[in-house]
């Protein structure tokens, strides 16, 4: 019994890793450019099934593949802000808010048309099945490995957010776009590269999501909403938060699962809403 | 550059409103002027119709973007099918019931929710609405995950023919949609209606001169949520079933309701008129295409909100034809004064407030 | 000290939307020139600012900047040739610190003669605070950080919004002495106030806008204390 629940928790928290990922871009783009992006989830499946293709036409291992479609990844963000998105800011909430719905709908059916709505996963090798045993406990060396590349993105954006000049820049325009403008500072750029940097989280994610788990065209809202939760529970503006946050959902739902697999997901909406009642802020929150 | 300067544009606006009328009259004398089918594609359409009135309501005039209100819909339809299959209440008893079931769930709803702003909220609504599904489907006796039927008598109750029952759900949504685009017009043409107004243009300025800002969003949100509650009804009257998928479905309950007011004009109560009969024109056209439907519609969306953010009915009143309904306040005004709070006018520092969250950045 | 016009503007008429907050104005500024800009609130003195800068509204007339056509550039563009402002309210930015700020003004503008060391050393409290956040800074902190920051952009043209607004004398007084020692630098700089006495008393030049068009103009010198006062209240 307490084998049980000791490996349920440390599945959970390794899982948060991977939650913490899919929350990392969002909490970016929630930051800086004061947006939910709708879409993000479907970007997420969008680039598993991308990076399908590509490793399937290429025979490579879908790691090698992800790497090497990060750049491609920065310039889809990028150029999607730049052409699309940044006509939408400063407008109000609603018209970024219908225009990402307008693209979650239309990746998520074009995927639909495209691949059919099989399941699909991609196969990691031989590092999917390893495992050790610590104790009671058994632990994968895939979500490991997982877990370790979520905290080696959390690490790798605050160092570029408070360490670097484009991070000083993001930051800048974030805190008031238009004083940026007025001195020069020009904020449709940094947006653009804002969600270039989106874009490559996207594309982590997807890398490790399509080799953990099975995808299909239509689950792209459900890890939206997982990415969101972890965005809320860990704080709006910590990204150490998201971490927290992931956490919490994947240990939620895997002690939700113990009781049936429907309240797996369920169990994971009731924390948060119960956490957002007694906790608004968040548990890590700088606000 | 006003329409109603001109005594051929004041004639045009009586002939528009007398057709307006027209075709309320019409419309109630339906089931002797149109067949079933057409009975059938127009109850969709009211039902619809008192869908997209409630979204344009909380979205367009109360600062409120929810994508969750397929929740709300979906308590009405369980409500409903508790109330007579498993408590075998009176079906038209149950009717109102189910509305009054949907507004008290409304109610700790939005008190968790609520905690949230903006794009936080609508996102928040969605977790609502999803909360609501999976307890759905795990309510004993109504078939689970996979739903159940409602049971042939309690679907008698509303008529002991086919045609009988057709022409039954077809003035119930008549009747619904009347009641919603009837009531939305007077909240808004009441002191409600006068704070929503003075809230778009300035928060801050509204708050200080006595507006209850919180009061007022708690209103309209509980506003909707009776209809949306009763537009359950008529759902699962029509599908004769209910099912977590089907009775809170996002695509058909919310996603093509954005479109219709956002295509059709938000914050308008033409608006979601006309985005209706967009939205049944296009689907006539587009029956054949699959999920091509709903690529072009997310397409047509985007270029809207891109384009003419109003809609169709903004570009109306751009050519300065007056509301048909009008809703403003202020006699003297030719065109309607309520602009959608969503699109911020290049006003810098309002719009900014508004827009950016007041939490921290990074 | 060269008095070739640097700056040039000709007919600029300013809208925002249907609002014109700036109406047929000429002005001229030279290098090594202090120009002052004096009026009440709503004279649209700032929106002549953010104009030239290409960041108010919609304008038409021309600005010739060194000969050439200052609106063929973006803002950024325009900062680049050498035209900083100094923002109405500071917009600074607050989650960064005093140094952050600097540094960003010094990344984006021309490179100079003008570096960190150089503004920390007219504004040594800046130094001292470099490292803290620009919200934690008092008001004259805060003013000082914008200076700064459209120094580092080594501009030939130094365009200041109301600096002394909200500050004590003596803060004021601390900023004020380092726009002579600019200007003797060979830099032109347009001074808009609504201290009159300060501003006069520092500038070669002045400009008085009343209602979005320039009322009066000249030497302070050679105009008496009271036709100014007229063409500032419309009297």
Redesign the interface.
């Known amino acids: 019994m307490l084998q049980t629940i000791l490996n349920l928790l440390v599945q959970g928290v390794l899982i948060g890793g991977l939650y913490a990922l899919f929350a990392l871009g969002l909490s970016?783009s929630l930051?800086?450019m004061?947006?939910?992006n709708?879409a993000h989830g479907d970007f997420i499946v969008l680039g598993s099934y991308v990076l399908m293709a590509v490793a399937s036409a290429l025979g490579w291992s879908p790691f090698v593949v992800g790497l090497l479609l990060i750049p491609a990844a920065f310039a889809v963000g990028y150029l999607l802000q730049r052409f699309?998105l940044q006509?939408?800011v400063?407008?109000?909430?609603?018209?970024?808010?219908?225009?990402t719905?307008?693209?979650?709908?239309?990746i998520?059916?074009?995927l639909?048309?495209t691949f059919g709505p099989d399941t699909r996963k991609l196969s990691g090798g031989a590092i999917e099945i390893a495992a050790f045993h610590l104790g009671l406990v058994d632990i994968g060396l895939y979500p490991l490995a997982v877990f370790l590349v979520a905290i080696a993105s959390i690490g790798g954006l605050e160092y570029l957010?408070y360490r670097t000049?484009v991070g000083?820049?993001?930051?800048?325009v974030?805190?008031?776009?238009?004083?940026?403008?007025?001195?020069?500072?020009?904020s449709a750029n940094v947006y653009a590269i804002a969600m270039g940097i989106v874009g490559v989280s996207i594309m982590v994610s997807a890398c490790c999501m399509s080799v953990w788990t099975n995808f299909d065209p239509a689950i792209g809202?459900s890890r939206?909403?997982a990415a969101?939760?972890a965005v809320?529970l860990g704080g709006?503006?910590s990204?150490w938060g998201t971490l927290v946050g992931g956490i919490v959902i994947g240990v939620a739902q895997n002690l939700g699962s113990q009781i049936d697999a429907?309240w797996q997901?369920?169990a994971q909406?009731?924390v948060?809403?119960v956490a957002?009642?007694f906790r608004?802020r968040g548990l890590l929150?700088?606000? | 550059m006003n329409v109603m300067d001109t005594a051929r544009g004041r004639i045009g606006l009586a002939v528009a409103r007398a057709l307006l009328a027209a075709s309320l009259l019409a419309a109630i004398a339906g089931p002797w002027l149109f067949g079933a089918n057409q009975q059938t594609v127009l109850t969709e359409f009211f039902t619809l119709l008192t869908l997209a009135m409630m979204w344009n309501l909380l979205a367009g005039y109360a600062d409120i973007i929810t994508v969750g209100q397929q929740g709300f819909v979906g308590v009405g339809a369980y409500a409903f099918f508790g109330l007579t299959a498993l408590a075998h209440l009176d079906a038209f008893l149950a009717v109102p019931l189910a509305a009054i079931i949907a507004t008290l769930v409304a109610i700790p709803t939005m008190a968790v929710v609520f905690r949230l702003r903006t794009a936080y909220l609508a996102v928040g609504t969605w977790v609502a609405a999803e909360v609501m599904m999976l307890i759905a489907g795990k309510l004993p006796g109504f078939g689970g995950g996979s739903g159940t039927s409602l049971p042939i008598p309690i679907v008698k109750q509303f008529g002991s023919s086919v045609l009988g029952r057709v022409e039954v759900f077809y003035l119930l949504s008549l009747a619904l949609a009347v009641m919603a685009v009837g009531s939305t017009w007077i909240l808004l043409r009441s002191r409600i209606g006068l704070g929503l107004t003075a809230m778009r243009d300035n928060e801050e300025a509204a708050g200080s001169a006595g507006v209850d800002l919180i009061l007022t969003r708690v209103i309209c949100f509980l506003f909707t949520a009776p209809f949306l509650g009763l537009a359950g009804v008529l759902v699962t009257l029509e599908k004769l079933r209910v099912a977590p998928s089907a009775s809170f479905s996002i695509t058909d309950w919310t996603i093509y309701v954005i479109f219709i007011v956002v295509i059709g004009g938000i914050g308008s109560l033409e608006g979601p008129f006309i985005g209706a009969v967009v939205f049944f024109l296009l689907r006539e056209y587009l029956a054949g295409f699959g999920t091509w439907y709903l690529i072009i519609l997310g397409t047509i969306s985007i270029l809207v909100i891109l384009i003419e953010p109003r809609g169709i009915w903004g570009v109306c009143r751009k050519w300065g034809i007056p509301d048909l309904i009008p809703v403003s306040h202020f006699r003297r005004a030719r065109s309607a004064v309520i602009r959608p709070l969503a699109f911020a006018d290049k006003v810098p520092a309002r719009a900014e407030r508004r827009s950016h969250s007041r939490r921290s950045a990074l | 000290m060269s008095f070739a016009p640097l700056l040039e503007v000709r007919n600029l008429n300013v809208f925002y939307d249907h609002f014109q907050a700036v109406r047929d104005v000429d002005l001229t500024v030279g290098a090594g020139e202090i120009v002052s800009i004096i009026g009440a609130n709503g004279a649209g003195k700032s929106s002549f600012l953010k104009a030239l800068v290409r960041q108010a509204g919609h304008s038409t007339g021309s600005a010739t900047f060194e000969g050439g056509n200052l609106w063929q550039y973006s803002t950024r563009g325009i900062v680049n040739l050498g035209v900083a402002l100094v923002p109405e309210g500071r917009k600074l930015f607050p989650s960064l610190t005093v140094q952050e700020n600097l540094s960003i003004g010094w990344e984006i503008g021309r490179k100079g003669d003008i570096a960190l060391d150089t503004v920390y050393e007219w504004f040594p409290v800046l130094y001292e605070r470099r490292r803290q956040h620009a919200r934690d800074l008092s008001g004259g902190q805060q003013q000082m950080v914008a200076l700064g920051r459209a120094l580092l952009a080594n501009p030939k043209l130094l365009l200041c919004d109301e600096i002394s607004l909200g500050l004590a004398p003596r803060v004021v007084g601390e900023l004020y002495a380092i726009i002579p020692v600019i200007r003797d630098r060979g830099v032109g700089v347009i001074l808009v106030e609504q201290d009159i006495a300060r501003s006069l008393a520092v500038a070669d030049r002045f400009y008085c806008f009343l209602e979005g068009e320039v009322s009066l103009s000249g030497k302070p010198g050679e105009i008496d204390r009271e036709s100014i006062m007229q063409h500032y209240f419309g009297t």
């Open positions: 970016l930051g800086v004061r947006f939910v709708i699309l006509r939408t400063g407008k109000g909430i609603l018209p970024v808010l219908l225009v719905f307008g693209l979650s709908i239309i998520q059916n074009g639909l048309e957010l000049s000083a820049r993001i930051r800048a974030a805190d008031d776009p238009a004083a940026a403008d007025l001195i020069g500072l020009t809202p939206l909403l969101f939760e809320v709006l503006g990204l429907s997901i369920l909406h009731l948060f809403l957002l009642v608004p929150s700088k606000g």
